[in-house]
């Protein structure tokens, strides 16, 4: 059976992306690229400084990150690039040893996530709670903030009004058109102002120069020994951990932003990827950018891979084609771009007062706690890791007071049976082996389990305590009740945990 032209011709639009089959998002994804890129460019430098690198480094590293990422990773839309969270991790290993270690380690970081990616690590992220997830946004806006202060104090007064224009006309200019970006309208108008009227405020060429070629790939200027990969592995792993955390943090937010799911799995793989590529092209490493994220999907309203591509493709010709233009871009309009951007993200409904009320005080305390780690240690990875042990501490010491033990006796005195309801786990077994009547009790002791589920070996081994106690004074336990999995773990572990 032949396929009409015609039909031919529409399987293969279903299955060209998006941005080929509509105009509007070609549009979309083509002008959010590009102010991705202008936003790119100052923050890269930034973090080349933090790393103690040429700036070069840090902008090859955002360019072979993002393109690279736009192919193999999990999470359209995202954009990965050189960070300050793998500055800051790798920063003392290139001060101590060299960029050539630095480069070595940016490799084995990603030979690292790719291993860990294959072996699930993303799924651990369900173990996040919502409480967490809030306060990671809350801090990331927060931290973005920060970030801007440097460039508003010990400027020229001009540098205010600057900052004030612009983020009025990313909040005017929507009402007016949203054909065009209002963060790219803002840097262009604030641009062409400050050099036509020859205003003398911090510009982008300050942060450092830009570069004139593209990178040449290579391998790391270390000698390939067993020593050099006992320097390199901890801040490897370091990075590794730390990217993961921030990549797979910011791929989530986007899947809320976005209402659609992306593979987790893939990101965590494509992460790898992306720095090993960076790695033999002499970059920093990266990972999610949340930042440049936000501006790429919640501001420009980008939704496919064609906008990450051409942040990173954009990113490299702004630098070598239009390098003087774009040092001549006073700083004021990106710090008003990235204001903007830490406005849109913080979460102000959960900090109203009506929200406050009704949410749990331990939820309340995880996000608060969240923050507060995240803001006074400026690594996002780290308030994630605290937030969510807080979370489960709560959570277990509250589920512990679930599990309650009541005592019916016979009527004729000669058995006595305990009903324990609850989970039975590390928390609240341990003080269930003090609920019973161990010398007042009748021979005969029946605990029904029915309505209780044992989840650990603690459980098991309180269980065995309470029938040693009984049996030390010559009565006999019977338990019943255990639902299949409870009746499992029982069987397999009763008598083979306290030494004989």
């Given at each position: 059976m032949q396929t009409s032209p015609l039909t031919a011709a529409v399987r293969l639009r279903g299955l060209r992306p998006d941005w080929l089959n509509n105009p509007k998002v070609w549009r979309t994804e083509v002008l959010a690229g590009l102010v991705v890129a202008l936003a790119l460019i100052p923050e890269a430098i930034s973090f080349s400084i933090i790393a103690g690198v040429d700036p070069k480094i840090g902008l090859f590293a955002s360019f072979t990150m993002a393109v690279t990422i736009s192919i193999?990773?999990?999470?359209?839309?995202?954009?990965?690039?050189?960070t300050g969270a793998v500055a800051l991790v790798i920063g003392p290993l290139n001060r101590e040893h060299g960029l050539g270690y630095l480069v070595a380690a940016v490799i084995l970081a990603g030979v690292i996530q790719i291993a860990l990616g294959a072996l699930g690590?993303?799924?651990l992220m369900r173990f996040v709670p919502r409480s967490v997830m809030i306060g990671f946004v809350n801090a990331l806006a927060i931290l973005i903030f920060m970030a801007q202060v440097p460039e508003m104090t010990h400027v020229p007064w001009a540098v205010y009004p600057l900052i004030a224009a612009g983020l009025a006309l990313m909040v005017f200019f929507p009402k007016v058109t949203t054909v065009i970006p209002a963060p790219l309208v803002s840097i262009v108008i604030l641009t062409v102002i400050t050099l036509a009227a020859g205003i003398a405020v911090p510009t982008v060429g300050d942060k450092g120069d830009l570069p004139s070629s593209l990178p040449v790939p290579g391998l790391p200027d270390v000698p390939f020994t067993m020593d050099t990969l006992t320097v390199i592995a901890p801040y490897a792993l370091a990075m590794a951990l730390v990217g993961l955390m921030e990549s797979l943090m910011t791929a989530k937010l986007v899947d809320d932003i976005t209402d659609t799911h992306s593979s987790k799995t893939r990101e965590s793989i494509g992460q790898g990827v992306a720095n090993i590529v960076t790695g033999?092209?002499?970059?920093m490493g990266g990972c999610a950018m949340i930042g440049q994220t936000m501006i790429n999907v919640k501001v420009s309203g980008a939704r496919t891979r064609l906008s990450t591509f051409l942040a990173g493709a954009f990113l490299m010709v702004l630098c070598i084609v239009f390098g003087p233009i774009v040092s001549d871009i006073p700083m004021a309009a990106l710090v008003a771009v990235m204001v903007m951007v830490s406005f849109a993200t913080f979460d102000w409904h959960s900090i109203a007062p009506k929200t406050l009320k009704r949410m749990p005080l331990g939820e309340i305390?995880?996000?608060?706690?969240?923050?507060?780690?995240?803001?006074?240690t400026s690594n996002l990875a780290i308030g994630v890791v605290v937030g969510s042990i807080t979370a489960m501490v709560i959570f277990a010491k509250r589920v512990a007071h679930f599990a309650n033990v009541t005592a019916h006796t016979a009527p004729d005195g000669g058995s006595v049976v305990y009903s324990v309801t609850g989970e039975l786990f590390f928390a609240s077994s341990n003080d269930l082996v003090g609920q019973f009547d161990y010398a007042g009790d009748p021979d005969k002791v029946v605990i029904d389990l029915t309505d209780a589920h044992i989840w650990d070996a603690s459980s098991v081994a309180a269980l065995d305590a309470i029938e040693t106690k009984y049996k030390q004074r010559g009565k006999t336990?019977?338990?019943i009740g255990l639902n299949t999995p409870s009746a499992d773990i029982h069987d397999k572990l009763s008598g083979e945990l306290t030494s004989h």
């Open positions: 193999v990773g999990g999470r359209r839309a995202m954009i990965s690039a050189a690590v993303a799924k033999f092209f002499g970059g305390a995880v996000m608060v706690i969240t923050v507060a780690c995240v803001v006074a336990v019977e338990i």
